[in-house]
């Protein structure tokens, strides 16, 4: 039984290894801070949208803000559980189900940043309508067929998809969430080789209950390599009026209940061999291609929260006096206001910088992309729930109550609820923090996964070792060798350019301490979760600094008096932080000892602690 859990998962492990992108496009700002290289120069002077492409935006941000106040109460959407069919053809209409859709295909065209920059505009006023959106053009079958789709499949459903036919990116199963190795759903092609019978079962589709089009993921033949069966997941493009699809159920959610979600499924349904996406067997890269920019949506949905949470707290924070003062006066309640503005600073600062990074096709931002969603949407929780503290009894009351009781009815709750899917979809955070820590060591598990490939030979190996000798004689002296960088960045405070100089001092840091742990811990360092969280965690820390650094001397460029004084002082507290974080999370690697923890979670599965949950009523039915 041992021996089969350990071959199912190193199976896993083998099929999420070979659906990664193999080869770097260019260098990473994050990648190469994890090699101990702080390349200030790749994000320095902060990227910034061209005026040209700008304008462009702004007019469709204009025209979407009207058709959203128009037609959408996102406190009915809320209620009723639904966004109204009306709504979501105004939104066809308009052409905001095309808005990464190519103009020769009849979508708009938009760059990355514009999208990300709607689609924050959206989700700061209906989270549930982001997500019809999102799902459809983020994750759903316009983007993998943009990227990856034949010009007769462009042709055939790019224009269909730009007008607002709705789509669906389907690859969770009942039982297959964050590990898709396990996946059921499968595809057989038929003898005379013209279509696949698709069979199975899919759960959580967001938009699957009323999508025309959906992208599913399911097994095609496997493959024998190097004498093992390899499975084949592949990409299908699926019509749900197909005879054989049906809706099974429709999911509700604690949040985002608008949203039409639900468990879909496949009984021999006939799929066309031309509506395979790319080729049988790269279903999962595709997905991950996917959503290394598709993941951008929520950072920026993030930092939108971070300012709508922003706008709320300033109004309560100055008008409501309790003991005397304004509670804006009271430091307990300063606390969480700087925390907001600092914190949302952060997330727009990452979240625009990826996405203005992904619209050049020379850079990859597959770990800029990650980060900022791992960052945004945990942080963005943590603000949303600061926002709510300070409006106090009023952030638990709903907007509407709040309204019919003639008083302004800020959506804290509704906001809170919409958040915190964000920390589950399009990767959870732990699986982020995964995702992340292999990306982050790949310069070492490049040398070291064909040194313990035991089918490689001796000289193949003996080469391998001289290789790493030769890096490793030049890379390891240099994390050690103290230096000192000057950072001309000419608007920043010398207080700021000395983070700078942090920055490159923990990057090397954080370089040789992975190192020294990867020697450490070899092979088994992929069970060391908790470790390898806190190496993400400086990671994500130091991208988080740097990326506020550049931001911030930009627009220092385009601000003066009290507005710049007051800029630096954010700059400062935000860094400030980050490095308290940064200060911890190496003291928990240097004292890392999880085995209480893992006695008393195994304690805990084993049923030791059942005399503790007395007293309470069972509300599972
Ligand atoms: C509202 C909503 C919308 C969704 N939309 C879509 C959609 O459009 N299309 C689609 O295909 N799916 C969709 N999903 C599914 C979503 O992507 C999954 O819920 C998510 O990937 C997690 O899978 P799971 O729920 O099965 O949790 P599991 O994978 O079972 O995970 C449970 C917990 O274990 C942790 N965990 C799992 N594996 C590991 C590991 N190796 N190491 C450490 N921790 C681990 C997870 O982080 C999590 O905390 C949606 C889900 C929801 C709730």
Redesign the pocket.
Known sequence: MKMTDNQAKQDALDLTEDSREQEWRSASVVGELFKGVFRWDLIHPYPMQSAADKAIGDEVLLKLEAVLQANIDPEAVDRDQAVPKAALDALAKGGFFGMKIPTEYGGMGLSIVNYTRAMALVGSYCGSTA?WLS?HQS?GVPQPLKLFGTPEQKQKYLPRLAKGEIS?????EPD????PAKMTTTAVLSDDGTHYLLNGT???????PEAGLLVV?ANTAAKVMNGKEKKQITALIVETNTPGFEVLHR?Q?MG?RG?A?GMLRFTNVKVPVENVIGKPGEGLKIAFVTLNAGRLTIPAISAAAGKVSMVGSLDWATSRVQWGQPIGEHQAVQDKLARMVSETYAMDSMAVLSAVLADNPHRDIRLEAAMAKYFGSERAWVVADDFLQVRGGRGYETATSLQQRGEVGYPAERMLRDLR?NR????????M??FIAREAMDTHLKFILPLLDNRRSITERLGIVLKMARFYSWWLPKQWIPRWRCFGAKRLSRCNRWYLQRIDHDARRLARSLFLTMARYQIKLEKE?LLLSYYVDIGTELFSMASVLSRAESDLANLSGDKAKALQDLVGITCQASRQRIKGLFKKIRCYSPKKMELVSRAFLNHRYDWMVKGIMGNVS
Request: charged share 10%; proline share 0%.
């Open positions: 997500v799902a994750i669906a990116f389907a690859l969770t297959v969430g964050s590990d899919k759960l959580y589709i967001t938009n699957g993921m999911c959610f985002i949203i979600n899917i589950i979809i399009e990767g959870t955070s732990e699986v923090q995964l979760q």
